[in-house]
């Protein structure tokens, strides 16, 4: 069964012809073209592929397309401004909070979602919300080092030694 | 996944039609566990239905002495609640041990107890706490709507709308969780009434269950102290790669202890 689904995509309005088994995941890297989003596992498990619909992180490989109808969806490649990274994408550079990256955009669109609910999370806070979001290389560490930093950013604040021992540039 | 017919229907009555003229039909709500079960081909509905144009399914209502979930409000909304935060804080509480963010953000009450997992966290609250289901068609006490693994009361074209909870201050829910699946081995939700006390387990067995002997012994005593004798048997627990019956039987023991401890 096809048919048309209309929703807003990294602010732009977007409409495509689906299935009705087509995911939103699909929708956005095979349709549309927008591949920071991932797919690392079948079980809804992994969070690599969280986007935000109408402003809250959600896994975009158990979501139907048609399900964000009239939606509003935000993705990684809508994140930064023109070629200034968003102050969460700049912690996780300068924490080198990424090896592979594969989970990397997951980690960013959750990372946004906590920020959002709590602008000043606890570490305890920040591990207990990557609960969904899996990480196989880097062990953690850096990542919530870069979340708190790209938190504190956010408040306007100076951002805490990195990992390195070094302030954010 | 199979192809199927998707539809979002804008009233209960359009739903319930098509509900009953299609058994291959399916009802759609925060799709965390129906979506997976299709991605892995484990079931093929001709039809998925999604409930969610119905406005009256979502949201929380203070009503006196209870508070009533509509069975599209999900977790997160549940645990950020601030008429549940205060009028049923163990609820609020156990709705943010729910899987993950994400989960939460997109999960609903009314979709996890139709689907009665033997691991899922809200079975154990809505037995615990006496709470009453509300469907299309009736009310069912919760004690009466949980029946056995992933089967509950529920007729065939029968909807969940509602689930009310009396409002109680003295409860706890403690969870022993499996660490990569974020669901229950063993918990006990413990809810401590005027003249009663109500013990009711998930995770350990094929359907959620009370434990009469601690009820009676925390009734009379509400102490960690007043069940330490208690044994659960292991007969018919679930035994699985995470857990053997007899380490389940034991949790039940360690969690109903400290959901006690925890209600101060
Ligand atoms: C990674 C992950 C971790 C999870 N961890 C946990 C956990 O720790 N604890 C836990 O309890 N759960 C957990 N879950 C399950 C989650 O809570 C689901 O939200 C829940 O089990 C199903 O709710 P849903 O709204 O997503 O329902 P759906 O998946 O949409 O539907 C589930 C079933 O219920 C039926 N149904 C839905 N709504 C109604 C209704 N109103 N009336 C009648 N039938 C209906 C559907 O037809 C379907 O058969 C987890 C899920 C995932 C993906
Ligand atoms: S790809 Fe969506 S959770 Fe793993
Ligand atoms: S950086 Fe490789 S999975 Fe996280």
């Known amino acids: ?169 | 996944m199979y192809e199927f017919n998707y539809h979002k229907p804008a009233s209960l009555d359009e739903i319930a039609n098509l509900l009953a003229a299609n058994d291959e039909a399916k009802l759609l709500a925060g799709g965390m566990t129906l979506l997976p079960t299709l991605k892995q081909r484990l079931a093929r509905p001709s039809d998925l239905i999604d409930l969610a144009a119905i406005t009256s399914l979502r949201g929380i209502t203070d009503a006196g002495d209870a508070i009533v979930i509509g069975a599209m409000t999900r977790h997160a909304e549940v645990n950020r609640s601030p008429v549940v935060k205060q009028g049923l804080p163990a609820l609020a509480a156990m709705a943010g041990m729910i899987g993950d963010p994400a989960v939460r953000n997109r999960g609903t009450i009314g979709g996890s107890i139709s689907n009665n997992d033997p691991a899922a966290d809200y079975p154990s609250a809505l037995v615990a706490l006496n709470a009453t289901v509300h469907t299309t068609k009736r009310e069912i006490a919760a004690d009466n709507f949980f029946t056995g693994m992933f089967e509950t009361a529920l007729e065939p074209a029968e909807i969940v709308t509602a689930v009310r909870f009396p409002k109680l201050q003295i409860a706890n829910y403690q969870k022993f969780r499996n660490p990569a699946s974020r669901y229950a081995i063993v918990g006990v939700f413990v809810a401590r009434f005027p003249n009663a006390v109500r013990v009711a387990v998930t995770g350990a067995g094929p359907v959620v269950f009370r434990v009469p002997e601690m009820e009676a012994a925390l009734t009379q005593n509400f102490s960690p102290d007043a069940i330490k004798d208690i044994t659960i048997k292991e007969d018919g627990l679930n035994s699985d790669i995470h857990a053997s019956a007899e380490y389940r039987a034991h949790l039940v023991g360690v969690m109903a202890r400290r959901a006690v401890a925890a209600c101060g």
């Open chain 1, 1 to 169: 069964m096809q048919k048309t689904v209309s929703l807003t995509v990294n602010g732009r309005p977007v409409s495509a012809t689906v299935e009705g088994r087509t995911l939103l995941v699909q929708l956005l890297r095979e349709q549309l073209g927008l591949t920071g989003t991932h797919v690392g596992c079948d079980t809804s498990q992994c969070g690599a592929c969280v986007v935000h619909v109408d402003g809250e992180a959600v896994k975009s490989c158990t979501l139907l397309a048609l399900q964000a109808e009239g939606r509003s969806v935000l993705t990684i490649e809508g994140v930064a401004t023109g070629d200034t990274l968003h102050p969460m994408q700049e912690a996780f550079r300068n924490n080198h909070a990424l090896q592979c990256g594969f989970c990397t955009p997951g980690m960013v669109m959750s990372a946004l979602d906590l920020v959002k609910n709590n602008p000043n999370p606890t570490e305890r806070e920040v591990r207990e919300y990557l609960e969904g979001n899996l990480c196989r290389c880097t062990g953690y560490h850096t990542i919530v080092l870069a979340i708190l930093e790209g938190a504190a950013v956010m408040r306007g604040e100076a951002p805490p030694a990195n990992v390195h021992g070094a302030a954010a540039e």
